[in-house]
């Protein structure tokens, strides 16, 4: 049989799987606990905590569609990220982005100054700081890329040579873009981290991550931790999960077909200082990422030329898209990260990151792009001073 393609996947997970009733959509099983069948014979599923027939359903989706060897479904995004990090012993090294995502910077930070373990925070795109850190021999490589808010984009594939070099493992967020855009078990990654309450589930209406391993001894690890720490998903999220991952190809398609129609508007407004796009050949990761990525995603970001009092009234002449936090669901979205997403970085590291105060990050959504881009004219006839 032939590998079949991201599209299939996503839609047949678990179709037609259903034995006893014959349900084309596979049922959602809610119980915590399962029979014995007999003393001593300990059936697949036992406690919901270490199991569960629908959970598993969205790991192995998962797992295809990464294409790794195991996954583990956990509560949250940020819960996924910590089971990675109990693979580690007490002490060792950490080497993660500057600009991570807050809650990851937050969480290794927070560990750090507890004395649990060392990390560094390097810009992955110097060379030389990459270099620097790895020789300091870290137990694991934190990678994020395109990154949260900047768009910033690091060589998977070297990153992955350097570390495995001396002896890292090198974990990928894969959030921003999904396994539609980007498989980076393909470019050498040892785990693949999700926030599914992205992308993946893509109607912001669960909070959900996961962690797929490249190798099943990785998998059952972190399985075995998943269990013991209390990380994993429930049952109606994996199904809620499920039910969102079907579309996940048409969704991105169109999230990136709406995304360029918004960027060619937005390269002619003046109010607009600099943004932050990697499919734009003037993005100083723009060649890495055609290069390992299928398509340069729907997240973009971008500086305006105001002050505070002007993104305020930029924001407030918005009605399509929410102030609001998240990305990758079907609605379009603005943040600042600023005081939103990074506000656990102090104004100091947000500075060093190249966080802006008038950084916006947007979310493209499903809506009619002709829509989207009408709306945005009305915020920058607002912040212009054009409309009361
Ligand atoms: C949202 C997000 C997380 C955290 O996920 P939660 O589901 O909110 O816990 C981690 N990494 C990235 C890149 C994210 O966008």
Known sequence: ??????????????????????????????????????????????????????????????TDLEGGAGAVVTNCGMSAINLVLSLL??????????????????????????????????????????????????????????????????????????????????????????????????????????????????????????????????????????????????????????????????RVKQHQHNTEAVLSYLQTVSAVRKIYYPGLASHPGHQIAARQQAGFGSMLSLELDTDQAGVARFIDGLTLFALAESLGGVESLVTHPGSMTHRAMSDAAQAEAGIAPTLLRFSIGLEDAQDLVADLANAFARLEGDTP
């Not at 079949?4 to 959509?25: C, F, S, Y």
């Not at 014995?36 to 989706?61: C, H, I, K, S």
């Open 89 to 250: 012993e007490a002490g060792e090294h950490i080497v993660a982005p500057h600009d991570c995502y807050g809650g990851t910077y937050r969480l290794l930070e927070s560990r750090a100054k507890q004395g649990i373990w060392q990390v560094s925070f390097v810009d992955q795109s110097d060379h030389d700081a990459l270099d620097q850190a790895l020789a300091k021999q870290p137990k694991l490589v934190l990678v994020e890329t395109p990154s949260n808010p900047l768009l910033r984009v690091v060589d998977i594939a070297e990153i992955c040579q350097k570390a495995h070099q001396v002896g890292a493992w090198v974990m990928v967020d894969n959030t921003f873009l999904s396994p539609a855009l980007q498989t980076p078990f393909a470019l050498g990654a040892d785990m693949v981290v999700h926030s599914t309450t992205k992308f993946i589930n893509g109607h912001s209406d669960i909070v959900g991550g996961a962690v797929i391993a490249a190798t099943s001894e990785l998998a059952e690890t972190l399985a075995w931790w998943g269990n013991c720490l209390g990380a994993t998903g429930n049952a109606f999220d994996s199904y809620m999960t499920l039910r969102g991952l079907r579309t996940l190809g048409a």
């Open 1 to 62: 049989m032939t590998e079949k393609k991201t599209d299939t996947i996503a839609v047949r997970t678990g179709i037609g799987t259903d034995t006893q009733h014959h349900a084309v959509v596979p049922p959602l099983y809610l119980s915590t606990n399962y029979r014995f069948p007999a003393l001593g014979d300990v059936p697949t599923y036992d406690y919901a905590r270490g199991g569960n027939p629908t959970r598993a359903q969205l790991e192995q989706a998962l």
